[in-house]
């Protein structure tokens, strides 16, 4: 499935990058100097309601200054896929369209950005809900390593593609491929408008205390609360569950941790999970990089210049 007509569709400013890199605050910041702009999330965690504080959603008020989508869609028990999200993207650009905005696509789920921004057709195929419990029981049982060997005999070019350390997507490929087979991913169609991918990066050792600075800070809100009570409503074992902070948080309610190795292990979590985004973002082409930290007047100045070679949304 892929993005529709151009006549639908408003001009696209992406912005891309490792978590805790500033993606959210530049994107207000553009929204704000455009002054007719809408956001869209691009986080495969903040879809669903209640999971505020651990996936760092986007505050109320920020949300009341400038429209968002992407956000609170389902509970954390429903099934989500990206061709649910990409159907949910695609009514949000075409509500923004028709209200003369620019589209502003943030987050740092790489296959949510892809499908939406460079128009990767995807379909519901290659789902197998018995397969895939079975598949997270193997998980359980004999772990990461067995599942990647499998992959790599069964499916060597998905698993050529396939971040092999992310169990998530290894079930995800093993699920796909025994249904698909090898078969390569399809080409993309692009996105019908204009578009800017604009992608922040932090200084190696800055980055590391930012993601620090994050975890403490999400403690800090009420981050143990919120799992809490997540826990008591849904139980533990969902997929939406396998954010960052939230195995930590229960560790702590079960005594397992203290807060302080709490927020050192939810922080080295996020440390290897930016690490993973650098490197799908390096895959990415014609992203024009910035430095977070001060990248908010680089970066209007390049989405000034990008909306003055079309027609103005307003």
């Given amino acids: 499935m892929a993005v529709s007509t151009p006549e639908a569709r408003p001009p696209l400013i992406v912005i891309c990058g490792a978590t805790a ?12 100097a455009l002054g007719h702009a809408q956001i869209i999330s691009a986080d495969s965690r903040q879809v669903y309601r209640g999971m505020d504080i651990g996936t760092a959603k986007v505050m109320a ?53 892809r499908a939406v921004a460079r128009g990767i057709p995807v379909t519901e195929t290659g789902h197998d809900a018995t397969y895939r419990a079975e598949l997270e029981r193997r998980l359980t049982g004999e772990g990461l390593p067995a599942l990647v060997s499998d992959l790599r005999r069964t499916a060597p070019g998905v698993a050529s593609r396939t971040d092999l350390a992310n169990p998530r997507r290894v079930i995800r490929a093993l ?57 008591e409503r849904y139980g ?4 939406a569950f396998s954010a960052v902070g939230y195995h930590e948080a229960w560790a702590v309610l079960d005594g397992q941790m203290t807060i302080d190795a709490a927020i050192a292990a939810d922080a080295q979590r996020n440390w290897a999970y930016a ?40």
């Fill in 61 to 113: 008020a920020e949300r009341a200054r400038v429209p968002h989508h992407g956000l609170d869609l389902v509970d954390p028990d429903a099934a989500f896929t990206v061709a649910d999200y990409v159907r949910h993207a695609d009514a949000a650009l075409s509500q923004i369209a028709a209200a003369g905005d620019t589209a502003i696509l943030v987050g740092g789920t790489g296959l949510y950005l």
């Fill in 275 to 314: 690490r993973r985004q650098r490197t799908w973002f390096r895959s990415e082409p014609d992203i024009f990089p910035l430095v977070g930290g001060d990248a908010t007047a680089e970066a209007t100045v390049l989405v000034r210049e990008r909306l003055a070679t079309i027609k103005a949304p307003r």
């Fill in 236 to 239: 533990s074992h969902h997929r």
């Fill in 175 to 231: 699920e796909r491929t025994s249904i698909t087979g090898d078969a390569s991913p399809p080409a993309p169609v692009g996105y019908p408008g204009p578009v800017l991918w604009l992608g922040l990066s932090v200084e190696p050792v800055a980055h590391r205390a930012a993601i620090l600075a994050r975890a403490r800070q999400q403690f800090a809100d009420g981050l143990i609360d919120e799992a809490r009570a997540l826990r």
């Fill in 21 to 32: 890199t500033g993606k959210t605050g530049l994107s207000l910041a553009i929204a704000d």
